[in-house]
């Protein structure tokens, strides 16, 4: 379906343009992070798992630029900017995703935490996404049916380790639970009613982000309580990413993303 | 975490009828080795169910014993069912 067709008078289509780019950052910024595990990661099977992972949210950050360019060239009237325009060539204070995909990887079980919590949020985004099928936007609810069953697996894989390192030995249940409590000041932002997020969900285009939460919650806390582990309860919380405004650590991640394309143009391999 | 156990991972393919043996693999247990066994044999659509059993499980015949066990199976034609004559009216054989 063409964005012009699926973009209906309710929703103004810059709203969708930056909630498909704020769900599709995340999903990219994560894909680099992952990818830093490669060679790295304990053995050689979890660098292929979290390589998979990586993998599988590449593929959806590519879906969402892609709707994200083609809904934005419908109020701009310039040519749709394509994935890869919009993944090498915006700055840092056009990126929306949040503070929690863009910190440092840091050890096996603060990726393994975050891994717990994105992938359950992006668990519940997904499903409740792919059940507005009948929404005034199918290709979201398109893109979310095909990520959903992909992200199952990614929530699996982190509560299975979850389980394993806080139940585990002395120092892998005191670096899980240092993991999560690491985490934890990144939860709040992506429950965060955006403007964006809160005009498309009264157009019933997409969940309202802080109607998520309870779910997220309940899942989290099960896990976490059979690991043996504590939920922190975080004294800071980040905010600012769906607006552009982001940790120290995003310049970095896109130095290194966007340094190629940036210094030869349109090449190819 | 070198100590993780070895695991032989069986995968029976969308057509197939048996679980055929794809490889191995490190797995601290029985569950996370079922999961990398889909992430590393069933990544491009191969699988539709995996077995994966702990290496150290799997009794195997020594070479050293190749003569004794193999060797008189050579010469018994007799085992092969060559000698009977089929009935040219009879199908799908």
């Known amino acids: ?269 | 975490m070198s100590d993780w156990p070895l695991w032989e991972v069986f995968v029976r393919g969308k057509r197939g009828l048996n679980h055929t043996h794809a490889g191995s693999l490190h797995a601290p247990d029985a569950q996370m080795a079922l999961r990398n066994a889909r992430d590393l044999y069933t990544r491009r659509g191969e699988g539709v169910s995996i077995w994966v059993v702990p290496a150290a499980a799997i009794t195997a015949s020594s070479p050293d014993e190749r003569d004794s066990f193999f060797d008189p199976a050579g010469d018994k034609v007799y085992r092969h069912p060559t000698f009977y004559d089929v009935p040219e009216d009879v199908e799908y054989l």
């Open chain 1, 1 to 269: 379906m063409s964005p012009e067709a699926a973009v209906t008078t309710q929703v103004r289509p810059q709203a969708l343009a930056r909630y498909c780019l704020a769900l599709g950052d995340d999903a990219l910024i994560l894909t680099q992070r992952l990818g830093e595990w490669m060679s790295r990661a304990p053995q050689i099977e979890e660098d292929m798992a979290l390589g998979n992972i990586a993998l599988d949210l590449l593929g959806q950050a590519r879906a969402l630029l892609t709707y994200a360019g083609e809904v934005e060239a419908t109020y701009t009237g310039e040519p749709a900017r394509s994935e890869d325009d919009l993944a090498f060539f915006r700055d840092e204070r056009e990126f929306r995703c949040v503070h929690l995909v863009e910190q440092p990887r840091g050890d096996f079980a603060f990726s393994i935490a975050r891994q717990l919590v994105f992938s359950t949020y992006q668990y519940a985004l997904y499903s409740r996404l792919s059940r507005l099928a009948t929404s005034p936007d199918p290709t979201l609810a398109g893109i979310a049916a095909k990520a959903v069953k992909e992200v199952d697996y990614h929530r699996d894989h982190a509560e299975q380790w979850t389980l394993r390192l806080g139940d585990g030995t002395q120092e892998s249940h005191r670096r899980m639970q240092a993991g999560l409590d690491e985490v934890w000041p990144y939860v709040d932002e992506l429950f965060t009613d955006t403007e964006d997020a809160a005009e498309l969900a009264s157009a019933g285009v997409v969940p309202l982000p802080s109607s998520l939460r309870e779910e997220c919650e309940r899942r989290w806390t099960a896990v976490i309580e059979q690991a043996t582990l504590q939920v922190p309860e975080p004294t800071r919380r980040s905010r600012g990413g769906r607006e552009g405004i982001h940790s120290e650590h995003l310049g970095y991640v896109l130095a290194e993303m966007q340094h190629i394309p940036r210094s030869y143009p349109g090449s190819t391999w």
